[in-house]
């Protein structure tokens, strides 16, 4: 308050609700400086799609009835937006280094020996690309081919890794790092696929009683905070014998 004298001291805050108007949704969005907007009338769609390099996201905001009163949109980059250039990246090299071996191919038509070499990695490549290999063999003349292996090699390796990387972060959550939605899905179909033989199967689905007011008391921080000792006192207790998921929020099984 500007009538406050230097000696004021700061006893509380008082916080107030009014009706969401056009002008208080325009002040909000000015005030918080970031990626939203709400807005007063009902969008066609709800929830997310892909926006090209950007995530677009839709949700109601419900009043005290739990009815919609306004919609905020929030926009943020795609995820793995960075990985997938660096496949895209990898994938153009591993294109220009077969282009090189083509080349090679026809540069060096009069060496036999070359040829065959040539042909032999052509087949590798073909193998490389259906998973039979994993590296091109070497002819141990460190010449320009096993140089142009060797290369092709190295991205494939960097490219495995990444498909990994992405593989793992896909059925992985990514705070806890227990087994998501996804992964828990994936086990119980396999399971399926292996009766009648496979041995009994039991899934327990736990929710956290309270979690909201931690997070509205202490900030998401201390929220994420709980969810991690949640998860470690869950490994701890069951793993590996049974396998730990978190399914979202404050939801977690035990598979």
């Not at 990898?90 to 042909?119: N, P, Q, T």
């Not at 259906?130 to 494939?156: F, K, M």
Request: aromatic fraction near 6%; proline fraction near 4%; hydrophobic fraction near 45%.
């Amino acid at each position: 308050d500007p009538e406050d004298g230097p000696d004021s001291q700061v006893l509380g805050l008082v916080g107030y609700a009014a009706e969401l108007t056009s002008a208080r949704i325009q002040a909000i969005e000015q005030l918080s400086n970031a990626p939203l907007a709400l807005t007063a009338s009902a969008p066609a769609e709800i929830g997310s799609r892909l926006d090209g390099d950007f995530v677009l996201t839709r949700r109601p905001l419900l009043d005290s009835n739990a009815e919609a009163s306004a919609w905020l949109d929030m926009r943020y980059a795609r995820p793995l937006l960075e990985q997938t250039r660096l496949a895209r990246q990898l994938l153009l090299a591993l294109s220009l280094g077969i282009f090189a071996v083509g080349s090679l191919l026809v540069w060096l038509l009069l060496d036999r020996g070359v040829i065959s070499r040539l042909e032999r990695m052509q087949q590798e490549l073909s193998a490389l690309g259906t998973g039979e290999r994993n590296a091109l063999s070497s002819g141990g003349r460190r010449d320009e081919v096993d140089q142009v292996a060797e290369r092709i090699n190295r991205l494939y390796s960097e490219l495995s890794l990444v498909s990994g990387r992405w593989q793992h972060e896909a059925m992985h959550d990514a705070l806890t790092g227990l087994g998501n939605r996804a992964r828990l899905l994936q086990q119980i179909q396999a399971h399926m696929d292996a009766a009648p033989t496979a041995e009994p199967l039991a899934l327990l689905l736990i929710d956290l009683d309270g979690f909201k007011a931690i997070n509205d008391l202490f900030g998401h921080a201390s929220g994420d905070q709980v969810l991690t000792e949640v998860a470690a006192c869950l490994r701890a207790r069951f793993e590996p014998r049974v396998r730990c998921f978190r399914l979202g929020g404050d939801e977690f099984a035990l598979l």
